[in-house]
């Protein structure tokens, strides 16, 4: 079955340090999408991404979509405390309706 | 209204008891979803409904039966439970079944003694 490979598992940095968290499928993708999850909060969507080589930017965080739909990335610049939390890609193959999550990269982050 | 909303918060039951998980969105989503997620995993997919369908089930086991009564409601109904069930449940909902967002409820905190 499709899986979604997600590293590193954590990442600790200091405050206006960047941060990167990569994602790769065994398989090609329909989409990516990435959630952000606080401490005692639930997944909230981010972004989607459905184009080959796509790059889209919010603000600090800009994501990227490979040539080959087979792998993405998360990089915010200039992290803030607001940041911390889990960030989960999670990717749809074809016809299936089923989102895989990768296992998510945990952000903490040093005032 | 881009809420999803799930009663109760917090739920504590035995082995032997019934209870039932609701979720509500009024978003007009035609696609609703039940995931479990343990503590430091991903949500792990359990059912999805498609125009109150169900058109998924990831062999879930029996104790959890899922329930659409209309477009806008989503129950988990529980029964039998083990401790390893014990885990936070969350509804998602999201406009159909493709390349749509989803959006998560808070999820119900459910913990079996």
């Known amino acids: 079955g499709q899986q979604v490979m997600q590293i590193p598992q954590y990442q600790h940095v200091q405050e206006g340090e960047d941060f990167t968290t990569y994602c790769n499928s065994s398989t090609t993708l329909s989409n990516i999408q990435w959630y952000k999850q606080r401490p005692g909060g639930h997944p909230v969507f981010l972004i989607q991404?459905?184009?080959?080589?796509e790059v889209k930017k919010q603000k600090r965080l800009t994501f990227q979509f490979g040539e080959a739909k087979k792998n993405s990335s998360l990089h915010i610049t200039a992290t803030q405390t607001t940041d911390v939390g889990t960030y989960f890609c999670a990717g749809r193959g074809g016809s299936n309706y089923k989102l895989t999550f990768g296992k998510g990269t945990l952000l903490t982050v040093n005032p | 209204d881009t809420e999803v909303t799930q009663t109760p918060k917090h739920l504590v039951m035995g082995m032997t008891n019934k209870k039932s998980l609701k979720c509500e969105q009024h978003?007009?989503?035609?696609?609703m979803y039940w995931y479990k997620q343990k503590a430091k995993k991903p949500p792990e997919l359990m059912f999805v409904?498609?125009?109150?369908?169900?058109?998924i089930n990831e062999s879930v086991p029996s104790r959890f039966s899922p329930e659409c009564p209309n477009s806008s409601l989503l129950n988990l109904h529980l029964h039998a439970l083990q401790p390893e069930d014990s885990a936070l449940y969350l509804c998602?909902?999201?406009?159909?079944?493709?390349?749509?967002?989803?959006?998560f409820g808070p999820g119900t905190r459910l913990t079996v003694t």
């Open positions: 409904y498609s125009y109150e369908k169900l058109s």
């Open positions: 998602a909902s999201s406009r159909g079944t493709g390349d749509y967002e989803q959006y």
């Open positions: 978003m007009g989503h035609r696609a």
């Open positions: 991404l459905v184009k080959s080589g």
